[in-house]
């Protein structure tokens, strides 16, 4: 019956769009909340989606918006699997690489920071270096 009207459990149609490895995957991502049909958070793997319903899944690594075409019937091939969805997913954003600090520190600058962790340690400080040492 939900093949006739276009209709198809969520975690069917996440199995056969290979979004999900098995079934019991596809219903835990489900019952998870990882899983919004249309901006509503859903928990029942028994939701029916149709044609049109907009999905987004957060997995893994990465968030994803999918716009249902068909509802499918069987689990075939990814390339046939993909035709049962439209990627939606906005590009990732390139922002400025992150500066992680600067280059490595010379010798110098490790001995500079190892005077301080032993003068915070209860020494005087007599361990720093002068400036007009080198």
Do not use: C
Request: proline share 7%; aromatic share 6%; glycine share 8%.
């Amino acid at each position: 019956m939900s093949e006739e009207t276009g209709r198809q459990r969520i975690d069917k149609w996440l199995w056969f769009a290979r979004f999900a490895k098995s079934r019991s995957i596809a219903q835990k991502l489900v019952m998870g909340g990882k899983v919004r049909v249309n901006r509503n958070k859903i928990d029942a793997s028994s939701r029916l989606v149709r044609p049109g319903d907009v999905l987004t899944l957060s997995l893994e690594r990465q968030i994803r918006v999918v716009k249902i075409l068909d509802p499918g019937t069987r689990r075939g091939p990814a390339p046939e699997a993909q035709r049962l969805y439209e990627d939606l997913t906005p590009p990732a954003i390139l922002t400025e690489p992150v500066i992680r600090g600067g280059p490595r520190p010379t010798k110098r600058d490790r001995r500079v920071l190892d005077a301080f962790h032993s003068a915070s340690s209860g020494d005087e400080g007599e361990n720093f270096p002068n400036d007009d040492e080198d």
